[in-house]
């Protein structure tokens, strides 16, 4: 039998006491204090290999790290095994064929700083620590995802070690099953080691325009903003927002350009005719620095909690519950989350919904509720106002982002985040891949019964 003293590793064992592994098993969301029994800081995939045999020699749990954004923690087992990917962050890039190859490791961060001294990109998420891994396996949102398709459709192929400790490759030529359920289902598979990426010709410069209202002159606004949305061009994300501060609360709405930004500038005046601002900010960051501008909001120091939602309308009357974040008078006092809206459309409705596990291609809106804190005798309020913020949306919700799920969504939020069709899909396949759950710290599809597998090359 292995045990942790005898194995080998071109990375690191971590035990608690030894140096370095408190920093290891600390993650974005910093009410997760879970102590694993053991760390494997895999520096190569012979070392995931090893790690993912051993746990199951050990009966060990295994959670996997990347960048370590998810909200419920998920990464990091208690009394378990933990494989984190951190090590493996190197990015290489190909600029004539357009292609990156980014190890699983490796955050959004990396593969920016490789890609953009070509002019090139591709679609990720909002804040640089992000982990490319877990944005990629849920979808992947971001500011060139309307131009160019979820971060989950630029990927060309992937390398995974399986539950077996197998190592194998999925794209649309080789195990397509496999190819389809990781765009989009999430950790549920195997542990990527490896990403390859289409790239595109984005520039590197942005422009972001806002614009502040008072809340309680916030609904036409932001039916305006919403009709904006619905035509704006695909270079165009439309965004809003709303905070709370000392003089009440404040709604933002806007949109974010990644190109030439005079050709933004084109939308200014639309914008600037849906009301009299309180105030404006019209920018023109370079797209790193755009990528980078919500690291500090995005910080490791917060206890956190969020909620989300997809929404393929916007009344009216969402508008309002949006602006009431989960309260009954804009101006009651109370502390309430930040919400925000970002738009969808454009290229990530092109691709068809049979096309991969991802989800609600037909989503208008993407919902999310944050608070974040740092007293824990402060949990339980903070936390039941986003939930609150969330549940006032659920009149008008079409389904949920799996990488927007919290522990406590369970299978129900599973069920929210994949259609039915698509649920039985993902669990023949998980059925196939890792019929003993062995990746189940991740918003769960249980493996299918036998009668119900669905064996490599049956569906494409």
């Known amino acids: 039998m292995t045990t942790a003293t005898s194995i080998n590793l071109d990375g690191q064992l971590l035990t608690p006491g030894d140096a370095g592994y408190h920093a290891a098993r600390t993650i974005w969301n910093s009410m997760i204090d879970r102590r694993p029994q053991m760390i494997v800081r895999a520096a190569s995939v012979a070392d995931v290999v090893t790690a993912i045999r051993l746990a199951r020699e050990l009966d060990l749990e295994l959670g996997v790290r990347c960048g370590g954004h998810n909200v419920a923690g998920f990464a990091v087992p208690e009394g378990g095994l933990m494989i984190d990917l951190t090590l493996l962050n190197r990015v290489r890039v190909d600029p004539v064929r357009r292609r990156a190859w980014v190890q699983?490791?490796?955050?959004?961060?990396?593969?920016?700083?490789?890609?953009?001294?070509?002019?090139?990109?591709?679609?990720?998420?909002?804040?640089?620590?992000?982990?490319?891994?877990?944005l990629t396996l849920g979808g992947g949102m971001g500011w060139l995802a309307r131009r160019h398709g979820l971060a989950c459709d630029n990927v060309v192929s992937y390398t995974v070690v399986t539950a077996d400790g197998d190592v194998v490759t999925a794209s649309r030529a080789e195990n397509q099953e496999l190819f389809w359920g990781l765009r989009g289902g999430g950790g549920n598979f195997g542990v990527v080691t490896e990403f390859e990426f289409q790239l595109h010709r984005t520039g590197t410069r942005t422009l972001v325009a806002e614009f502040d209202f008072r809340a309680e002159d916030a609904v036409p606004v932001l039916e305006g903003w919403r009709d904006l949305a619905t035509v704006a061009p695909r270079p165009a994300t439309f965004t809003a927002d709303v905070n709370s501060t000392p003089g009440g609360p404040i709604a933002t709405v806007g949109f974010v350009w990644v190109g030439d930004p005079a050709k933004g500038r084109r939308l200014l005046p639309a914008l600037r005719a849906l009301g009299r601002p309180v105030a404006s900010r019209i920018t023109t960051p370079s797209y790193l620095d755009l990528q980078r501008r919500n690291d500090t909001s995005g910080g490791h120091t917060f206890r956190r909690y969020s909620a989300g939602r997809y929404l393929a309308k916007f009344p009216t009357a969402a508008i309002e519950a949006f602006l009431l974040r989960g309260d009954t008078d804009l101006h009651a006092g109370r502390r309430l989350p930040s919400v925000g809206l970002q738009a969808h459309g454009g290229a990530i409705a092109d691709v068809p919904d049979a096309d991969a596990a991802f989800s609600h291609r037909d989503t208008m809106v993407e919902f999310g509720a944050g608070a974040r804190w740092t007293d824990p005798a402060e949990d339980d309020a903070w936390m039941s106002t986003a939930r609150r913020a969330g549940a006032a949306l659920d009149p008008y919700a079409s389904g949920v982002y799996v990488n927007a799920l919290t522990a406590e969504d369970g299978q129900r939020g599973v069920r929210r985040a994949y259609p039915a069709v698509k649920l039985a899909r993902l669990a023949a396949l998980k059925a196939v891949w890792d019929p003993a759950n062995v990746f189940h710290l991740n918003p769960n599809v249980q493996p299918a019964s036998a009668g119900a597998r669905v064996r490599e090359g049956n569906q494409s």
């Open 104 to 134: 699983g490791g490796a955050l959004l961060g990396a593969l920016d700083r490789a890609t953009q001294p070509f002019g090139l990109a591709t679609t990720a998420g909002n804040v640089s620590h992000t982990g490319v891994g877990g």
